[in-house]
């Protein structure tokens, strides 16, 4: 069982940035492709980025294409710049064992409790 924990979410004005992190809990998440999705009040979860284990492919929705980052060391990064009011989500990081890193929920075995991020404009 793998439990992660995110943080790093809060209240913050359009342009401005923020950095989410996910860390699990007493386990290595270094045998996991990693990925991070949100969910808006009144819609689906989405796909936002994704990690391969060794860090080596990254993978991004259109709507965060150039202005989101994910990286990851023995914790998993979100780096959010230029953020907008439509990224006004819980931000929830997830990770799946599976060799091919997955976009859709049901592709990872493991979920944060996640953690909100609110844009101003």
């Known amino acids: 069982q793998v439990q992660l924990v995110e943080s790093g979410g809060g209240l913050v004005q359009a342009g401005d940035s923020l950095r989410l992190s996910c860390a699990a809990s007493?386990?290595?998440?270094?045998?996991?492709?990693m990925g991070w999705f949100r969910q808006a009040p009144g819609k689906e979860r989405e796909f936002v980025a994704a990690?391969?284990?060794?860090?080596g492919n990254r993978y991004y929705a259109d709507a965060v294409k150039g202005r989101f980052t994910i990286s990851r060391d023995n914790t998993v990064y979100l780096q959010m710049n230029s953020l907008k009011p439509e990224d006004t989500a819980v931000y929830y990081c997830?990770?799946?064992?599976?060799?091919?890193?997955?976009?859709?929920?049901?592709?990872?075995?493991?979920w944060g409790q996640g953690t909100q991020v609110t844009v101003s404009s």
């Open positions: 997830a990770a799946s064992n599976r060799i091919v890193v997955g976009h859709r929920p049901y592709e990872y075995n493991y």
């Open positions: 007493g386990r290595t998440l270094s045998r996991y492709s």
């Open positions: 990690i391969s284990w060794s860090g």
